[in-house]
């Protein structure tokens, strides 16, 4: 799924040339250095699981490249996709924290290169650095506040054409305001219904209709939001 991307596989954090602002990337060299000194740098093709629901996971992983999902199962055996994870997203990090089980099931979207490090360690190493424990806390503030606003926008969009127009909307987000937004059209019909909670059926009719209507369009293997402020209208 999706298009093979670039990786970059250097002996250390520091002088890794996928280094980013934020999360732990942005650490003094001294605690970077220990953390990347405790990792082991690991490749996963599509569809390896990561993380699984409801165990305790061996340790974080850190995503370098690619992507990931995160989904949970419902009582009724039906799959929500929850997010996807990308661009240096911590994974599992809350879980080792709390020592609780994974309250998701990761799994990788395509070929990714994860940053893996293994609990024990890095629970010693957190309680031995500040700065590291205080990343901790700010990833973990961060991710349950876009817990709640994931939940606030799916409880506020009462349709499942207003959640799928949200969700289309979500990823053009950062695009500038051009007329047409283009998206690589990625997901199957099966996983847009998972990530809205309705069913691949009333997916598929709904992209046809928002076809209809001309709020959208399929090139090749892009997905066109010719107007952005027509589909928020019904967001």
Not at 98 to 105: D, E, L, M, N
Not at 146 to 161: G, I, M, N, P, Q
Not at 203 to 228: A, F, H, Q, W, Y
Request: with cysteine; charged share 25%.
């Amino acid at each position: 799924m999706g298009v093979l991307r670039r990786f970059v596989a250097p002996n250390d954090c520091v002088d890794c040339k996928l280094r980013s602002s934020g999360d732990f990337c942005h650490l003094p060299s001294g605690p970077l250095e220990m953390l990347s000194s405790i990792g082991h740098l690991t490749l996963y093709p599509a569809y390896a699981t990561l993380l699984t629901e409801g165990q305790i996971p061996q340790g974080i992983y850190i995503v370098c490249s690619g992507r990931a999902k995160l989904s949970v199962e419902t009582r009724e055996g039906k799959t929500v996709i929850l997010k996807i994870a990308e661009n240096r997203q911590v994974l599992g990090l809350s879980a080792i924290i709390s020592g609780r089980p994974a309250p998701v099931t990761v799994t990788t979207i395509e070929f990714c290169q994860m940053k893996f490090v293994e609990g024990d360690n890095f629970l010693r190493l957190v309680e031995s650095d500040s700065q590291l424990a205080l990343t901790c806390a700010t990833l973990l503030a961060r991710e349950a506040n876009e817990t709640f606003d994931d939940v606030y926008d799916l409880l506020l969009a009462r349709s499942s054409t207003e959640k799928l127009a949200r969700l289309l909307l979500s990823w053009v987000a950062g695009v500038p305001h051009n007329r047409d937004l283009r998206v690589p059209s990625e997901f199957t019909h099966e996983e847009i219904a998972q990530m809205i909670g309705s069913s691949r059926e009333t997916v598929t009719r709904l992209l046809s209709d928002m076809k209809r209507k001309e709020l959208i369009r399929i090139e090749g293997s892009t997905l066109v939001i010719p107007n952005r402020v027509a589909l928020q209208a019904i967001a």
